[in-house]
């Protein structure tokens, strides 16, 4: 064997064994391109739980590594200003109080709380159509779109969410806000619908602030996220049904200058929603902030 | 040739890339099972906890003289000095040999200092300080003796008598030169408040069932410039998140900062902070008091570290349904004078955790003294009166028994201009309502104009 045969032998060697020691030691990262947060495995067992515990997974969930950071926003003057300004040029008077300023014009009121919510009442309510409550959401969801967008009240970034029937009388129209490419879970839009008439829009609108990419951190899986809820809520007496798995953002309303909003998996479980915090796996509860700090 | 050079060359590249990669696997990382919480977090060590002795002060020393008594608190030199002898005399004098009662005490013999704990200090088994004694509190220290030998009397908040020692000639000498010092500063001598004599300012009925001195003359204080304690924002984090990187913020409008991973959640503002975990509240406090004690010290000592004049003042059990809570309360002093601010510092906890701490602690050390303006204090009847002028403002009858719970001079912490200020007042408790006198014109200062 020449020298020159030995020498691309052992290139070839070494070259191989540099690809290996280089795969172990970057696997997370090459692991995080390849891999995905639940396994089919890991799947199977949550499913195993969820059954143990009389929950049912009817909803596909997301296998992939997301990482996300907080999402931190404020409160959207921009959104005040368009509502008001419509107002005004319709000649609003106005009214001020501690809590709230009350705009007034023909058939409107707009009160803008502190909090930042604005909340429009129509008097007289708007007919919608007729005999909605038999409706399907997606035809209701069309009247209220167009209603939305004759009233300059569309914003960029609105997105249907889900709707609520109440009572006999009345269905209530929730609208996410997208930012980031993320849902808000708050409540952003709200339609109130009462004997075919739009009784109401509460507003809460909210601008991104203060990105650094550089913060990301991996969020929990769907999975984890299950357990976890399960684990918070107990067994159920009757199967309950999982209907949607999803990830994106929630948090209350503050009087604030600005806030941070975890990412969260909301669940949907009996139509009710669950939300879980994405970074500590916690059950966010309705108020999040301790009372003490109020 | 110029092809098996270059062979030559990706070789040894190949070679020395696989070395170092191996070394890199080998040393450069640590498997997962032994890397420590210490590796993933930052160590955070602000300040040691202390002993219950260190925790609990006396809340007035004094010293009878002729026509009264010199009377010395928490924030002065020579209180410190004082109760730091006695503790060391107490320990050698207890824990040798002389626990007891002795044979030889001189009923009737002069007292030569006294201290008044207040909390009560908790002694026995658990005690560093005076472990072979029967569990019990120390209410009281008496030092009593003539001119060549001492005794330390020990009792309780019913005035039994918890022990007594006889002090060595070696402790006799170091007693005596520091409360000769302590006798040589020039202060203003003060009375013990009775109740005959609060009724005579008065003018009706008034119990007194605490220990007050009173000073029997006009004080000269000072209004001062005041500054809150500066908070290491990032530390003071880290205390109370496990990783506060998953810990959201949200900024208030009056500038302060929430901190909440939706379960606790800390507000910091400029001059403090307050933590609140309610998710804790139902629970048991099986600690003894000592213990408590303990775990307060360590708390305060965590989160935010001791600042010289920080005094215990209150510790106590509450019981609210399920939920069973030892709460402590902290005030700062100054120069022997309590500040009185918005909040006092304040800590609940049980077996489970912390679950509320407020914290605001405001600081006179080190800030220009000339700002400071001179107060003459009014006298403690002016002041008494004008208590009692308050009250019998707000309530609808006169009453007719009155009980004195506190009577003290201090400093408010209020704004003037856009300064704080810590302004000398009269401190009173009657009948469990706090009243704050400016301490020269006896106007009363509101709980809510405090900062």
């Given at each position: 064997?020449?020298?020159?045969?030995?020498?691309?032998?052992?290139?070839?060697?070494?070259?191989?064994?540099?690809?290996?020691?280089?795969?172990?030691?970057?696997?997370?990262?090459?692991g995080?391109?390849t891999s995905v947060a639940v396994s089919a495995e890991e799947l199977r067992l949550t499913?195993?739980?969820?059954?143990?515990?009389?929950?049912?997974?009817?909803?596909?969930i997301?296998r992939a590594i997301?990482?996300?950071?907080?999402?931190?926003?404020?409160?959207?003057?921009?959104?005040?200003?368009?509502?008001?300004?419509?107002?005004?040029?319709?000649?609003?008077?106005?009214?001020?109080?501690?809590?709230?300023?009350?705009?007034?014009?023909?058939?409107?009121?707009?009160?803008?709380?502190?909090?930042?919510?604005?909340?429009?009442?129509?008097?007289?309510?708007?007919?919608?159509?007729?005999?909605?409550?038999?409706?399907?959401?997606?035809?209701?969801?069309?009247?209220?779109?167009?209603?939305?967008?004759?009233?300059?009240?569309?914003?960029?970034?609105?997105?249907?969410?889900?709707?609520?029937?109440?009572?006999?009388?009345?269905?209530?129209?929730?609208?996410?806000?997208?930012?980031?490419?993320?849902?808000?879970?708050?409540?952003?839009?709200?339609?109130?619908?009462?004997?075919?008439?739009?009784?109401?829009?509460?507003?809460?609108?909210?601008?991104?602030?203060?990105?650094?990419?550089?913060?990301?951190?991996?969020?929990?899986s769907a999975a984890?996220?299950?357990?976890?809820?399960?684990?918070?809520?107990?067994?159920?007496?009757?199967?309950?049904?999982?209907?949607?798995?999803?990830?994106?953002?929630?948090?209350?309303?503050?009087?604030?200058?600005?806030?941070?909003?975890?990412?969260?998996?909301?669940?949907?479980?009996?139509?009710?929603?669950?939300?879980?915090?994405?970074?500590?796996?916690?059950?966010?509860?309705?108020?999040?902030?301790?009372?003490?700090?109020? | 040739?110029?092809?098996?050079?270059?062979?030559?060359?990706?070789?040894?590249?190949?070679?020395?890339?696989?070395?170092?990669?191996?070394?890199?696997?080998?040393?450069?990382?640590?498997?997962?099972?032994?890397?420590?919480?210490?590796?993933?977090?930052?160590?955070?060590?602000?300040?040691?906890?202390?002993?219950?002795?260190?925790?609990?002060?006396?809340?007035?020393?004094?010293?009878?003289?002729?026509?009264?008594?010199?009377?010395?608190?928490?924030?002065?030199?020579?209180?410190?000095?004082?109760?730091?002898?006695?503790?060391?005399?107490?320990?050698?004098?207890?824990?040798?040999?002389?626990?007891?009662?002795?044979?030889?005490?001189?009923?009737?013999?002069?007292?030569?200092?006294?201290?008044?704990?207040?909390?009560?200090?908790?002694?026995?088994?658990?005690?560093?300080?005076?472990?072979?004694?029967?569990?019990?509190?120390?209410?009281?220290?008496?030092?009593?003796?003539?001119?060549?030998?001492?005794?330390?009397?020990?009792?309780?908040?019913?005035?039994?008598?918890?022990?007594?020692?006889?002090?060595?000639?070696?402790?006799?000498?170091?007693?005596?030169?520091?409360?000769?010092?302590?006798?040589?500063?020039?202060?203003?001598?003060?009375?013990?408040?009775?109740?005959?004599?609060?009724?005579?300012?008065?003018?009706?009925?008034?119990?007194?069932?605490?220990?007050?001195?009173?000073?029997?003359?006009?004080?000269?204080?000072?209004?001062?410039?005041?500054?809150?304690?500066?908070?290491?924002?990032?530390?003071?984090?880290?205390?109370?998140?496990?990783?506060?990187?998953?810990?959201?913020?949200?900024?208030?409008?009056?500038?302060?900062?929430?901190?909440?991973?939706?379960?606790?959640?800390?507000?910091?503002?400029?001059?403090?902070?307050?933590?609140?975990?309610?998710?804790?509240?139902?629970?048991?406090?099986?600690?003894?008091?000592?213990?408590?004690?303990?775990?307060?010290?360590?708390?305060?000592?965590?989160?935010?570290?001791?600042?010289?004049?920080?005094?215990?003042?209150?510790?106590?059990?509450?019981?609210?349904?399920?939920?069973?809570?030892?709460?402590?309360?902290?005030?700062?002093?100054?120069?022997?004078?309590?500040?009185?601010?918005?909040?006092?510092?304040?800590?609940?906890?049980?077996?489970?955790?912390?679950?509320?701490?407020?914290?605001?602690?405001?600081?006179?050390?080190?800030?220009?003294?000339?700002?400071?303006?001179?107060?003459?204090?009014?006298?403690?009847?002016?002041?008494?009166?004008?208590?009692?002028?308050?009250?019998?403002?707000?309530?609808?009858?006169?009453?007719?028994?009155?009980?004195?719970?506190?009577?003290?001079?201090?400093?408010?912490?209020?704004?003037?201009?856009?300064?704080?200020?810590?302004?000398?007042?009269?401190?009173?408790?009657?009948?469990?309502?706090?009243?704050?006198?400016?301490?020269?014109?006896?106007?009363?200062?509101?709980?809510?104009?405090?900062?």
């Amino acid at each position: 064997m020449n020298l020159g045969r030995a020498k691309l032998i052992l290139i070839i060697a070494f070259a191989a064994l540099n690809i290996f020691l280089g795969y172990y030691l970057f696997w997370p990262d090459f692991g995080r391109l390849t891999s995905v947060a639940v396994s089919a495995e890991e799947l199977r067992l949550t499913e195993q739980m969820l059954a143990e515990n009389n929950y049912k997974l009817e909803s596909p969930i997301n296998r992939a590594i997301q990482t996300v950071d907080f999402l931190t926003v404020s409160q959207s003057l921009s959104v005040q200003r368009a509502v008001l300004l419509r107002f005004l040029r319709e000649g609003a008077s106005i009214s001020q109080e501690e809590e709230a300023n009350y705009y007034y014009i023909e058939g409107e009121t707009a009160v803008i709380h502190a909090s930042g919510l604005i909340s429009i009442l129509y008097n007289p309510s708007v007919p919608l159509g007729e005999n909605l409550f038999n409706q399907e959401p997606r035809e209701i969801r069309n009247l209220v779109d167009a209603f939305l967008v004759a009233h300059q009240l569309y914003f960029d970034g609105l997105s249907f969410d889900y709707l609520e029937r109440d009572d006999p009388s009345t269905i209530v129209v929730y609208y996410n806000q997208i930012i980031d490419d993320a849902p808000v879970f708050a409540g952003q839009l709200k339609v109130i619908i009462v004997d075919d008439k739009i009784q109401s829009v509460d507003l809460y609108w909210l601008e991104p602030a203060d990105k650094i990419m550089a913060r990301e951190i991996r969020v929990i899986s769907a999975a984890e996220a299950l357990s976890n809820l399960v684990y918070e809520l107990g067994p159920a007496a009757e199967q309950k049904l999982i209907s949607k798995v999803e990830l994106g953002y929630y948090s209350g309303d503050y009087d604030a200058e600005k806030w941070e909003m975890p990412p969260v998996w909301r669940i949907l479980i009996n139509g009710q929603y669950y939300y879980i915090n994405a970074f500590t796996g916690n059950l966010e509860q309705e108020i999040i902030i301790p009372e003490q700090l109020q | 040739m110029m092809k098996e050079r270059l062979k030559s060359i990706i070789l040894l590249v190949l070679v020395c890339l696989s070395l170092f990669q191996t070394y890199q696997l080998w040393y450069g990382q640590q498997p997962a099972e032994l890397a420590t919480a210490e590796d993933i977090y930052e160590r955070v060590i602000i300040e040691q906890p202390r002993p219950p002795e260190q925790i609990i002060f006396p809340e007035t020393i004094v010293i009878p003289v002729e026509n009264g008594y010199y009377a010395y608190r928490e924030g002065e030199q020579i209180y410190t000095r004082l109760w730091e002898t006695l503790l060391e005399q107490l320990h050698s004098s207890f824990v040798s040999n002389q626990a007891g009662t002795v044979s030889d005490f001189p009923e009737g013999a002069p007292r030569l200092l006294s201290c008044y704990l207040r909390p009560l200090l908790p002694v026995g088994s658990e005690s560093s300080l005076l472990p072979l004694l029967p569990e019990s509190e120390l209410a009281r220290l008496d030092l009593i003796g003539g001119s060549e030998t001492y005794w330390v009397r020990l009792f309780t908040a019913e005035e039994e008598v918890l022990a007594e020692a006889k002090l060595t000639s070696t402790q006799v000498a170091v007693l005596q030169n520091l409360i000769s010092v302590a006798k040589a500063e020039e202060r203003v001598l003060h009375n013990l408040l009775t109740g005959d004599a609060a009724a005579s300012a008065a003018g009706l009925n008034v119990t007194v069932n605490e220990v007050i001195f009173l000073p029997q003359a006009q004080i000269d204080l000072a209004r001062l410039p005041v500054k809150p304690e500066t908070i290491n924002r990032e530390q003071l984090l880290k205390t109370f998140f496990v990783d506060y990187s998953l810990a959201r913020s949200i900024e208030e409008k009056d500038g302060a900062v929430i901190y909440t991973d939706g379960e606790r959640g800390l507000r910091l503002t400029t001059g403090g902070f307050e933590f609140s975990y309610p998710r804790l509240e139902e629970g048991e406090a099986n600690q003894t008091v000592a213990e408590a004690l303990n775990s307060s010290g360590a708390l305060i000592s965590f989160h935010g570290g001791w600042p010289s004049g920080l005094r215990l003042e209150i510790i106590e059990q509450a019981r609210l349904g399920r939920s069973v809570t030892y709460s402590t309360q902290w005030r700062m002093y100054y120069l022997g004078y309590p500040l009185y601010a918005a909040k006092p510092t304040r800590i609940v906890f049980n077996d489970r955790g912390l679950i509320h701490f407020n914290r605001l602690i405001y600081n006179l050390q080190n800030l220009n003294q000339d700002l400071a303006e001179n107060r003459m204090t009014a006298g403690w009847q002016e002041a008494l009166r004008a208590a009692l002028e308050v009250i019998f403002a707000e309530a609808s009858e006169q009453p007719e028994d009155l009980k004195l719970e506190a009577f003290n001079l201090g400093y408010a912490i209020v704004t003037g201009g856009n300064e704080l200020w810590a302004e000398p007042v009269w401190h009173l408790q009657i009948d469990g309502q706090r009243i704050l006198l400016r301490a020269d014109n006896l106007v009363q200062i509101q709980v809510e104009d405090l900062r």
